[in-house]
Structures are given as C-alpha cells and as structure tokens.
C-alpha cells in the first residue's frame, strides 16, 4: 500500500533552542506563518524536565502546524524579565506576532494536546489525525489489511499513539489472531495501559476470547426452554449470539439474567455486560440503549 501521509517526521526547526537574540526571528516573525510556543526552563526544575518532553512530543506530532522554541532563563533572564515570567516552566504560545495562550506548571498530555488543539484548531487535522481517521474508516468497512497498514506507519511516527494501537490490535482481533493481540496489549504500561482507546479493545479482546469457544446456540436455547433460570446456559448464549455478530439478541440475554437475578455468580451477567459497554463503545447506539434498560433494572 502506498503511504497515505508521507514523511510524518516533525519538519526542520519545528523544535529549536532559543535565546534573546532570536527572539525576534524565531518567535515573533515565525509566528506570522504557524503558532509558535515558547517554553521558559532550566537545568535544575524539575517540572521542567517532565513537561518538556511531553510538549516536544505534542508540537512534533502536529507535523509542522505549530512549532517550539525552547529558552533557558538562566541564560536569558532579560527576556524572561520582559515576559513577567515569575515561576517556570512557564509557556506562552504566540500568533501573528502576539503572545495569544499560555500556562505555568507541568501539564498532563492531554492538557498538552489541548492546547496545542486551540490552536492550530482552524488549521484542520494534522496528518496523523487524517490518518487515524481513515485507518478506522477502513477498519469498519471490513478493510483489516489496509487499516493494518496505516496504523502501522502512525506508530512508525509516533509510537505510543494510543489510538493507533488500538486500532492495530482491533486488526489483529479481526483477522483471527487473538494471541498476538493479547501480546501486545500485555506488554503497555503506564499511560497507554489505561488509555480509553487501549481499554475498549481489551475489552473487544476478552469477548473475542470467549467468542472462540462459544458453543452451539441450539442445544443452549432449549436448556433455557427447560429452565428459565439457567443463568449458565443464558450467560453462554449470549457469548454464540455476539460470536454469530447478533450483538443485540446478546445482549437481551444478558438483561434478562440480571431481571430474574442480578446477583446471580456475583453480578456476572452485569459485569459481562459492561464489559459489552466497553468494547462497543459509550456512545454506541446499542450501548446507550442497553444503559437505559439496565439502568431502570437496577434502579426501579
């Protein structure tokens, strides 16, 4: 497949190191052309030294729509003078020649990306963003080869992209191999471990497992035909029904255990199906509606 967004590596002095003299040029001029985000530091903060790996990665991720300029106020304290800045890292974004945002403080990435986001917000998605969003439009046409390959070359660029991963993995479940899946999802940590992306096709994983020993739904649906309250049987069918993709019918099995026992095995028709939930997503047509039926189940 060719590549659909070339050369994603950060363009040349998207992050750069600055001082008094090139203030000028690299923070007030640049940014006639893309925002530019000035980051004050030093050698001995230490927040300085969590937040600015974090921004280099956000700004190197937007591929070129915003750039960085690093300056050290040791070396600089005039210009840290002139900008007021009191405490660091201290962080000012500029546009059109003007200091436009800012913030004081280490950041989480997510605040990072925000931030970021407001703006190059009307510049449009950058091209991982693009790419993300075609390797899941392709993903749900039924194009796993092709979604394969574009998460593929957004990891090559940015390789703790959660969503990539997510989509990478969701590829893996749907052609079948489910260990190597379960591989790849053991050995995140930190972060990505709990990322809600990483976290939904865990769960997708774990009904996919289930799925591949599902039994026949004949012989379970007349075990229930004999004994309504066999949470075992009901609990089993709703598994062949998701494996035969009647995700719906799945999930009226599951409902219909928690009306005639919720508590049964320790809530586990509940638990499986918020483990459904997770793997259909929250804002799911099908997920949404469950939520409401469970929700005047629970609470009636």
């Known amino acids: 497949m060719e590549p659909i967004i070339g050369d994603m590596s950060a363009p040349a002095n998207t992050v750069k190191d600055g001082d008094t003299a090139s203030f000028a040029a690299d923070v007030?001029?640049?940014?006639?052309?893309?925002?530019?985000?000035?980051?004050?530091?030093?050698?001995?903060?230490?927040?300085?030294?969590?937040?600015?790996?974090?921004?280099e990665k956000a700004v190197k991720a937007a591929s070129g729509?915003?750039?960085?300029?690093?300056?050290?106020?040791?070396?600089?304290?005039?210009?840290?003078?002139?900008?007021?800045?009191?405490?660091?890292?201290?962080?000012?974004a500029f546009k059109n020649g003007k200091p436009v945002?800012?913030?004081?403080?280490?950041?989480?990435?997510?605040?990072?990306?925000?931030?970021?986001?407001?703006?190059?917000?009307?510049?449009?998605?950058?091209?991982?963003?693009?790419?993300?969003e075609q390797g899941e439009a392709a993903l749900a046409a039924g194009d796993v080869s092709g979604a394969s390959d574009i998460f593929g070359q957004v990891l090559r660029a940015d390789m703790e992209n959660a969503r990539a991963?997510?989509?990478?993995c969701q590829?893996?479940?749907?052609?079948?191999?489910?260990?190597?899946?379960?591989?790849?999802?053991?050995?995140?940590?930190?972060?990505?471990?709990i990322d809600p992306a990483v976290q939904s096709v865990r769960a997708a994983l774990e009904l996919a497992e289930q799925s591949a020993d599902a039994g026949d739904t004949v012989?379970?649906?007349?075990?229930?035909?004999?004994?309504?309250?066999?949470?075992?049987a009901r609990m089993e069918l709703s598994t062949a029904l998701l494996a035969a993709g009647q995700r719906e019918e799945a999930v009226d099995e599951l409902l219909e255990s928690i009306r005639r026992d919720r508590n049964w095995n320790d809530e586990a028709a509940r638990k499986q199906l918020l483990t459904l939930f997770e793997a259909f997503g929250h804002a799911d047509e099908l997920t949404v509606s469950a939520r409401r039926r469970l929700s005047s189940m629970l609470f009636s």
């Open 28 to 55: 007030i001029e640049a940014s006639n052309e893309v925002p530019v985000i000035v980051d004050f530091w030093a050698e001995w903060c230490g927040p300085c030294k969590t937040l600015g790996p974090t921004i």
């Open 101 to 132: 945002d800012g913030f004081v403080g280490a950041q989480p990435e997510s605040q990072i990306k925000a931030f970021i986001q407001r703006l190059t917000g009307d510049a449009g998605p950058s091209p991982i963003e693009q790419a993300l």
């Open 65 to 92: 729509q915003v750039r960085l300029v690093k300056i050290n106020v040791d070396e600089n304290q005039q210009l840290a003078q002139q900008l007021r800045v009191q405490s660091i890292p201290a962080v000012f």
């Open 171 to 193: 590829c893996l479940i749907d052609s079948g191999d489910l260990a190597e899946a379960r591989e790849m999802l053991d050995g995140l940590e930190g972060k990505l471990a």
């Open 165 to 168: 991963i997510a989509g990478l």
């Open 219 to 232: 012989p379970l649906r007349a075990r229930l035909e004999a004994n309504g309250n066999d949470h075992e």
